[in-house]
């Protein structure tokens, strides 16, 4: 096959690299399979310009191997790296595509420019056509498809999927030269070639507007001139002028080379009133632009054209045996074929293998029509007014808790959100913040102060009582038993409240649980502790952490097997719970400071007692 | 997309309001262009334009229609009362309009009937048809040409042979001088400055506004000044994005006679709903051959081969599906197409063509889906009115959407022949036709 430096009217061979413009991975990809199987040993994608991204690189396949394509946010600096690159393949929109064309072609290196987009304003695709025209170079487009070279070099999209590509044996050259407006047409007229002769040579869709940068003539007239190419198929559209050119060039012998052409819509003598076929330039305007004139036209200067598109492909048999017949055409045998393996997510989906997954997840699933929140759809949350109790406990527990557990729930999260600016958590928080630090980082800062010490007594307390009690101790031996291992009992005492002084959000709890609960052993269990200790000292009562704590592994037993209630405590639920109440808190003081827009808080010194020596 | 027209009050607005931002157009134009849909509403209109009842009127319909004085379809010199009477008369009831007529007036075609719905009403311009004048601006490939007459009117004749010519090319502004060089030779030596003025205002606008075409016939040129009486233009309705503002609040007017029907309407209406395309138009409710074919392209091809193949007459309608519509959208089209093709028996029962060329993206067993919905959902009707079904199609997954129509035909008992990429693509058009 010729190399473009051999001859002139050749846009594309073998070695033909292209700019993409725009970030089109999946346009690179195809390409670069197309080159796969077309045995290219370089990729025909030199770089991708991204203009409203930044520099960097795409990781496409070539084949089996895996290559980076670099990414430019300038197409400047991409022909200033890239200075081989001679086309350039225009996937930005409508609005852009006419700049960066512009642009394109004042590079002294890109010779031909395909403009995908559908919708650019006539006015600038004549001046794209006119300056391109003034430099001798070549646009192909604009709303195209693009177009391809057998086995040598493929525009974006053209060709659809890769199995197509073989079975209409795009991946080497034939003989046939083609052109056509539409390019979703095109697949199938290079399935309608590769039936009926040896193969396309090269196809390209010059697209549907009105004013396409380059013409069906064009093209004939460059085909005429590629001397591989040895008969020439054509598919034209009513409307415009575009096949009369076509018929002047025939007339004056400018293609001499056998056409086989049709002009689609002869149905448009069947509206009563003028119609916009799909393409802008399908239009009818007087009945020279008729599809039956210009048939009729091309037959008389000397197309071969069928009586209906019926007869297409069989008229571009007859030619190519003809062709071959007079030894114009020798059949060349086939190539030997590289296939592209299979992807893998298209190996998937079509159930052909199986892979372990990494990560499971039997919460929640969000790749339906609807998220689902265990086996219910986010919808049933809000008709059944499940609460942020019921979505904890269908994502903590799988379980949707019955409604006196979820409202149990949402009050253990209104008790733990917040307890004042002084205790660690939140005072962590408002130094953060005070510091300039932003909200994760603030509340996180206050977050991380909670453990043994702070906030850790509700999944403490529930343990312990719990150990006691299935241990069978009696709530003295129990209070026994911690004093001597020197252990507080987690849950028990606080720093103000006492037995004359309860603590009203105790009390609300306890109430709650005696009255609702199915069963609240573990709390009547620590109540008869309570009056152990509290004989000793009255401010060793049970406090919030613990009734909250000793509440919920009662609930949870309610609810679920003693095996699997243990086990989501012994998991950390209960600190859950605690983490997520009180970080409502943290917010609050994080937000709370920013409103008041404290400054640096820097501890004084003489609250530091420094001791040196 | 693509080069659309106008209505004539939008343009006449448009040349009245902005033609003096491109250079003195040397025009005379006053904003007085009024767009009424019936009497009742140009008689609201009396109290905000005063001049309704100063000044006599010329009143038109506006709908893209030619030879609107051959069709008697201009009043001229009225009073706005007999302007509201006129157009409660010929909006009464549907009209018929011929596009060509003999030397004696007499229509010689069967016309176009359809309703009136848009007028202009516009000021009564006294003149002397000596002082008619034809202008027109045509986009072509290699920019634009001008071409000017220096009689114009109704009978104008031929224009493109008689009119003098220039061809502006693509990005280029053409002067004064040049205009009056190149059009004006055969022009009154008084009249040359001021239609050169005018030109060349007009030529700017018409640039930088995006026109595709303009026609002024008659524009008359008399005492020094400019006046366009009728015009048509069209907009490159692409440019949207630059030239929307200045266009103001315009629409696209949809030709005279094309009123859709209620299952082309709901169609139209499916097709504003998503991205992909849905087109619906009916040529022959009675018809036998009955097409749902997938792409802009192909789905014209198949008409032309029923055409082609000299069933034209039985061709009922013309429609396409692409850019890959949702199963939902495929069904509910497939479902419109359907029912209007059980309504009525025919001797020789119907055909209906699934067909499409080889697709480049689309899945194609998963738009066969909705089909497939609608199909089985009319199984009863399909069957009653001696249905048979012929599929053509290729592109991703081919093979799975063409083994569930098969599949399909035996479950509902009804004919579906299935052809993939190895028959040529509107062979099912002969099967089916020659078939029966």
Redesign the interface.
């Known amino acids: 096959m010729a190399l473009v430096k051999e001859n002139p009217f050749e846009l594309f061979d073998a070695t033909t690299q292209a700019f993409i413009y725009n970030n089109q991975t999946v346009a690179t990809q195809r390409m670069l399979d197309f080159d796969y199987v077309s045995g290219r040993s370089t990729p025909s994608v030199a770089a991708i310009i991204n203009p409203t991204g930044s520099d960097g690189f795409a990781k496409v396949f070539f084949g089996r191997r895996e290559v980076l394509i670099p990414i430019y946010r300038s197409l400047e600096r991409a022909a200033e790296q890239h200075p081989g690159v001679d086309v350039m393949i225009n996937f930005a929109s ?2 852009s595509a006419a700049a960066s064309t512009m642009e394109a072609l004042d590079l002294p290196q890109i010779r031909t420019v395909a403009v995908i987009a ?6 600038r695709s ?2 794209m ?2 300056k391109a025209r003034a430099l001798g170079k070549t646009i192909i487009g604009p709303a195209t ?1 693009g177009g391809i070279k057998a086995g040598c070099f493929k525009i974006g ?1 053209t ?3 890769i ?2 590509i073989v ?2 044996k795009l991946h080497r050259p034939g003989s046939v030269g083609f052109v056509s407006k ?1 390019g ?2 095109s ?2 007229a290079y ?2 070639i590769a ?1 009926n002769t040896d193969g396309l040579y090269e196809g390209i869709a010059i697209g549907g ?3 396409a940068g380059s013409t069906l003539v064009d093209h004939l007239l460059r085909y005429e001139r590629i001397p591989e190419i040895k008969m020439l198929v054509c598919l034209g ?1 009513l409307g415009g002028a575009g096949e009369y050119e076509v018929v002047e060039a025939l007339e004056q012998g400018r293609i001499s080379k056998p056409l086989v052409m049709w002009v ?4 448009a ?15 009818l305007s007087g009945d020279r632009e008729s ?1 039956d004139a210009k048939n009729a036209a091309l037959r008389a200067a000397g197309a071969i054209v069928p ?4 007869d ?2 069989d008229k571009i048999r007859e030619t190519y045996e003809r062709l071959v017949a007079d030894g114009t055409i020798v059949p060349a045998p086939e190539p030997e074929e590289r296939s592209i393996p299979l992807d893998f997510a298209k190996a998937v989906k079509e159930g052909m293998i199986r892979k372990p997954a990494s990560f499971i997840s039997t919460i929640s699933d969000d790749r339906g029509e609807e998220l689902m929140y265990g086996d219910l759809p986010i919808t049933q949350v809000f008709e059944r007014e499940l609460g942020v109790g019921g979505v904890l406990s269908v994502l903590w527990f799988k379980r949707l808790l019955p409604a006196y557990a979820t409202k149990f729930i949402e009050m253990a999260l209104m008790v733990t959100a917040d307890h004042g600016p002084a205790v660690s958590g939140a005072h962590n928080t408002i130094v953060a913040t005070r510091a300039g630090k932003d909200l994760v980082s603030s509340v996180v800062s206050g977050m991380l102060t909670i453990g043994p010490r702070f906030g850790g007594a509700v999944d403490g307390a529930a343990q312990m009582f719990s150990d006691a009690y299935d241990r069978g101790l009696t709530p003295q031996q129990f209070v026994d038993e911690m004093k001597r291992k020197g252990v507080n009992i987690q849950g028990i005492g606080h720093r103000v409240k006492s037995v004359h002084n309860p603590d009203l959000r105790v009390s609300i709890i306890k109430a709650y649980a005696l009255e609702h609960f199915r069963s609240s052993a573990l709390l009547a269990y620590a109540l008869e502790v309570e009056k152990i200790t509290t004989a000793k000292r009255n401010n060793l009562i049970l406090n919030v952490d613990g009734a909250i704590g000793i509440a919920f592994a009662d609930m949870l037993r309610s609810e679920m097997p003693r095996e699997e209630a243990d086990r989501y405590v012994a998991l950390g639920a209960l600190n859950g719970l605690f983490v997520l109440g009180r970080t409502i808190g943290l917010i609050g003081h994080h937000l709370d400071q920013k409103r008041l827009k404290q400054g640096l808080y820097r501890h004084p010194w003489d609250d530091i007692a420094y001791l040196l020596d | ?3 659309k027209a106008i209505r004539e009050a939008d343009g006449m607005h448009i040349l009245a309001t902005r033609l003096y931002d491109y250079g003195d157009a040397m025009c005379e134009l006053e904003d007085r262009f009024l767009s009424v849909s019936s009497g009742a509403e140009l008689a609201a209109l009396r109290g905000e334009h005063p001049w309704l009842a100063q000044v006599p009127l010329v009143v038109k319909p506006d709908q893209l229609i030619k030879r609107r004085g051959k069709n008697g379809l201009i009043l001229t010199g009225a009073t706005v009362d007999q302007a509201i009477a006129w157009i409660d008369d010929k909006t009464r009831g549907a009209v018929t309009i011929h596009g060509r007529f003999d030397d004696d007036g007499r229509p010689l075609d069967e016309g ?1 009937t359809g309703h009136l719905r848009h007028f202009l009403v516009e000021p009564h311009m006294t003149h002397d048809p000596a002082d008619e004048c034809y202008l027109a601006i045509v ?1 072509n ?3 634009d040409e001008i071409l000017y007459h220096h009689r114009g009117g109704v009978d104008v004749g031929d224009v493109d042979a008689e009119a003098a010519r220039m061809q502006v ?3 280029e502004t053409p002067t004064r001088a040049q205009i009056a060089r190149a059009l004006l030779v055969d022009t009154p030596q008084g009249k040359r400055a001021c239609t050169a003025g005018f030109i060349e205002a007009l030529f700017k606008l018409y ?1 930088d506004m ?1 026109f ?1 075409y303009l026609e002024i016939n008659p524009l008359v040129v008399a005492g020094g000044k400019v006046t366009p009486l009728d015009l048509a233009a069209k907009l ?1 309705s ?2 949207d ?2 030239s929307a503002a200045k266009w103001g609040d315009l629409e696209f007017p949809t ?4 009123e859709p029907s209620p299952e082309e309407a709901y169609v139209e209406e499916l097709d504003a709903k998503t991205g992909a ?1 849905l087109k619906l ?1 009916v ?1 022959n409710p009675e018809g036998r051959v009955w097409t749902m074919v997938a ?7 198949f ?7 000299g069933f ?1 007459d039985e ?1 009922a309608n ?1 429609g ?1 599906y ?1 850019g890959d519509p949702s199963e939902e959208f495929t069904y509910l089209y497939a479902k419109t197409v359907l029912d209007l093709m059980t309504r009525t028996q025919h001797p020789d029962g119907k055909v209906l063509l699934i067909g499409g ?5 689309t899945d194609v067993a998963k738009t066969f889906k909705g089909i497939i919905r609608a199909l089985r959902e009319y199984r009863e009707r399909l069957q009653a009115y001696g249905v048979r079904v012929y599929v053509r199609r ?3 997954n081919y093979r799975e959407g063409l083994r569930m129509m098969r599949q399909l035909g035996e479950e509902l008992g009804v004919p579906i022949e299935v052809y993939g ?2 028959t ?4 099912i ?2 099967i089916a036709l020659k078939a029966g």
């Open positions: 409508f609005r559908e919708g650019v304003p006539e006015r004549k001046l056509a006119a498809v999209n060709g659809g999927t199995e197509n079975e209409s539409s979703g047409l697949n199938e399935n309608t039936m507007d009105a004013f559209e689609t819509g002869t149905c003598k069947a509206f009563k009133t003028e119609v916009q076929f799909g393409h802008a330039g399908a239009k599809a009586d209906s598109y019926d297409y492909g | 997309m693509a080069q176009t986009s490939r290699d920019g090319p693509i990005g640039v995006n595709a490159d692409t440019a994005f630059e030709p005279f006679g094309r395309s138009t040529l792409g802009g392209g192909a789905s014209v091809i008409a032309d081969t029923i055409t082609d193949l034209m061709m013309y396409e692409s060329g080889i697709a480049n993206f290729g592109g991703p990429p190895e040529h693509m509107t062979k058009v002969s």
